[in-house]
């Protein structure tokens, strides 16, 4: 029940906080950027802003805290009970201030039957699509947890890490998958998760519960940018649509490379892997499954959709203006010169162009995104990407400033308190994962990813006005950024850019075929319902291989009470570090245990020398005598030594079982013969 609470208060204290910093926060959905009524609910906006803000707010609240409190027996303890009275108290008393000034009440709901219609259809679409995913792919039955077999992966590290607080002492914060060093993941969701674990959700509700919550915040936000952009309900439904179902011609390609005589329906139907054209993509590295395996990214969705929201009228405003005075020197024949000086002068050198009027706003805004580095920290880098290009050509440019500002600051301070070193490498790189890494190579990579995307986004380009056009290269900035630059080892991160950017121009895609739609050509009609199939088939195959893929009969299946996992929980702190073989997913990772080197692509990939820490298990378990073996347990950390099936049959190095024994003691033990699992403790010699 304290972890259900805490959930609710994670609203309550949002809508204080957007009560004070955005106090017309619902007035946003009357009319659209171009000051035309429009028919969309303020719940839609009011609860995704409520929720991101109140939870960014509680769950660093609570983080901070925990640090402070990190030498007591359970900081969170502490912590919570702090936080969660200042949220009720807070929330309390915002309520009796507003009650106290009689302010005007906001309806939730529009008053336009149709469009509430429409979004009863949204709510619930996205709710059932929401349930499947998060459910299906985690959750608990009797006393097995099960793990769907397409997210297993990513989910070591996430359910270590939720663990390692649930369960453990996690202050400061170790990477479950190579302890002992900082943490240069982005780990403030799991954190969330495994507090609301340790306040007495049970696991997959601690998990999914906020994953849900984010996935349905992320459409609703997008919905209302969508509306707001195009004046119409119906490309907020196209562009939500176009988000869950990806565009591509890999579906395409699949059946025509099925053999002569093939059933179409029996091969679709019993294949049970993600179709691929382009390297990476059978690991569902674009379709929905991305949000299963990376609960946090829609939470990052949910916050960029929100900035782009509040700060979209300043781009409108530059544009109506700029409409205004190329019309006023129209009317006077200026001759082109005097009206390029004039148009210069207007976009750069005016009052309106840079100065603030609402420093709170951007305060707010700034801090809301700089507080999301640790939950998604390429989401906040993919937001100031979009907002730089528009504050090129936007009234108020110092409000960007102080966005920006405030973001990066916050980051750089947040890198410095978890972080040795640079959190991260910057270098040029065209081309991202393209086979070919050429201009028509990547031109081609593209083309089979996206499918008719692009041209669409060609024609909608031809037809928007100026300021439509623009805003497509602003939303075409995250995309660009992911085919030149590195940040990281691992390039293949930048998907996420991308993702970014194709949701954002699905937008533009949908006001596109929404057009064919109001065209009373049955032709026209015709050819929008092609384009929707076009676009949206690839995805929506995904999502059923998405299901099929994670049936509880392929899951990964751990048991809640399996006495490693308890021995673990019972007995281990977060302090104290596991030498064992390279683990992905199993019983000791759910009882939180700390590894010196788990699965080694998942701490590579964020950054750590995940070699040099391989050639040091290699010289701990050959270690020849106990003095040899003594001096690299010191040196390196270590409070227990695993061996285990996977230690002796280990291709990587020679387990000397013998050394080991006759220098620690077996502490825990389970299995006969090879199967047998030992567990040494290196603070009881022989």
Same mark, same amino acid.
Request: net charge neutral; charged share 15%; hydrophobic share 45%.
């Given at each position: ?89 807070? !929330? ?118 906020? !994953? ?63 179709? !691929? ?144 070193? !640079? ?102 009609? +015709? ?51 596991? +030498? ?107």
């Amino acid at each position: 029940m304290i972890g259900l609470l805490y959930l609710v208060l994670n609203f309550t204290v949002g809508w204080a906080i957007c009560s004070y910093v955005l106090p017309e926060l619902g007035a946003l959905t009357r009319l659209d950027y171009r000051k035309r009524d429009i028919s969309v609910s303020p719940f839609l906006i009011l609860l995704p802003s409520w929720y991101v803000t109140g939870t960014l707010a509680m769950t660093w609240a609570t983080y901070l805290l925990g640090m402070v409190f990190q030498n007591k027996e359970q900081p969170l303890f502490y912590a919570n009970l702090i936080v969660i009275l200042v949220a009720f108290l807070g !929330s309390v008393l915002t309520y009796l201030v507003r009650k106290r000034k009689a302010l005007p009440k906001v309806a939730i709901l529009c008053n336009n039957k149709r469009s509430l219609h429409i979004e009863e259809i949204l709510t619930a679409g996205v709710f059932i699509l929401a349930f499947l995913l998060m459910w299906t792919t985690f959750f608990i039955h009797g006393d097995k947890l099960y793990i769907g077999v397409s997210v297993f992966s990513d989910f070591s590290p996430h359910v270590g890490m939720i663990r390692s607080f649930s369960y453990g002492n996690n202050f400061p914060t170790w990477y479950p998958h190579y302890a002992g060093e900082d943490i240069k993941y982005h780990f403030m969701f799991q954190f969330l998760a495994g507090n609301l674990e340790y306040l007495g959700l049970r696991l997959d509700y601690a998990f999914n519960l906020p !994953s849900m919550i984010s996935f349905i915040s992320a459409f609703f936000l997008l919905y209302v940018l969508a509306v707001k952009i195009s004046g119409k309900s119906g490309v907020g439904i196209l562009a939500c649509l176009f988000f869950a179902f990806r565009s591509s011609k890999t579906l395409f390609t699949y059946l025509s490379r099925l053999p002569k005589g093939t059933n179409i329906w029996d091969a679709l139907a019993s294949n049970m892997e993600f179709i !691929s054209d382009t390297p990476n993509e059978d690991w569902g590295l674009w379709n929905l499954n991305v949000y299963c395996n990376q609960r946090h990214l829609a939470f990052g969705l949910t916050v960029i959709f929100l900035v782009i929201i509040l700060f979209l009228p300043r781009l409108y405003a530059l544009f109506h203006g700029l409409e205004q005075t190329s019309s006023d020197r129209a009317n006077k024949n200026d001759n082109t010169r005097k009206s390029f000086i004039d148009t210069f002068r207007y976009l750069f050198l005016t009052g309106d162009g840079w100065k603030v009027k609402d420093f709170r706003l951007s305060i707010a805004v700034g801090i809301l995104l700089g507080s999301l580095s640790f939950f998604h920290g390429a989401a906040v880098i993919g937001c100031l990407l979009v907002l730089f290009v528009m504050a090129i050509l936007s009234n108020r440019r110092l409000e960007y400033a102080i966005v920006a500002g405030i973001a990066i600051l916050m980051s750089v301070l947040q890198t410095k308190l978890f972080i040795n070193g !640079s959190a991260v490498e910057p270098e040029f790189l065209f081309g991202f994962i393209a086979e070919n890494k050429t201009i028509f190579g990547v031109a081609s990579y593209v083309d089979r990813l996206l499918g008719i995307l692009p041209i669409v986004l060609i024609v909608a380009l031809c037809l928007e006005k100026k300021v439509g056009k623009y805003l497509i290269l602003a939303f075409t900035a995250p995309l660009i950024f992911a085919f030149t630059v590195s940040l990281t080892v691992d390039v293949t991160v930048n998907h996420k850019y991308i993702m970014i950017s194709c949701i954002l121009l699905g937008i533009y895609a949908a006001k596109t075929v929404w057009m064919l739609f109001e065209d009373r050509s049955v032709i026209r009609k +015709l050819i929008g319902a092609i384009a929707i199939l076009l676009l949206t088939s690839t995805g929506i195959y995904d999502f059923t291989t998405v299901l099929k893929k994670n049936s509880p009969d392929n899951a990964i299946v751990l048991d809640l009470k399996d006495p490693l996992t308890q021995w673990v929980k019972e007995n281990t702190t977060s302090r104290d570090i596991f +030498l064992t073989s390279n683990y992905t997913i199993n019983q000791l990772v759910l009882g939180g245990a700390m590894m010196y080197e788990g699965w080694p692509y998942y701490p590579w990939s964020a950054g750590y020398d995940t070699y040099g820490r391989e050639e040091k298990v290699k010289q701990m378990y050959e270690a020849a005598t106990p003095a040899e073996l003594m001096k690299l347990i010191r040196e390196n950390g270590i409070r227990y030594i695993v061996i285990d099936r996977d230690n002796r049959e280990s291709t990587d190095y020679t387990v000397n079982e013998e050394n080991i024994q006759a220098t620690y003691e077996c502490v825990y033990e389970e299995g006969e013969g090879v199967n047998k699992l030992s567990i040494y403790d290196t603070n009881k010699m022989h």
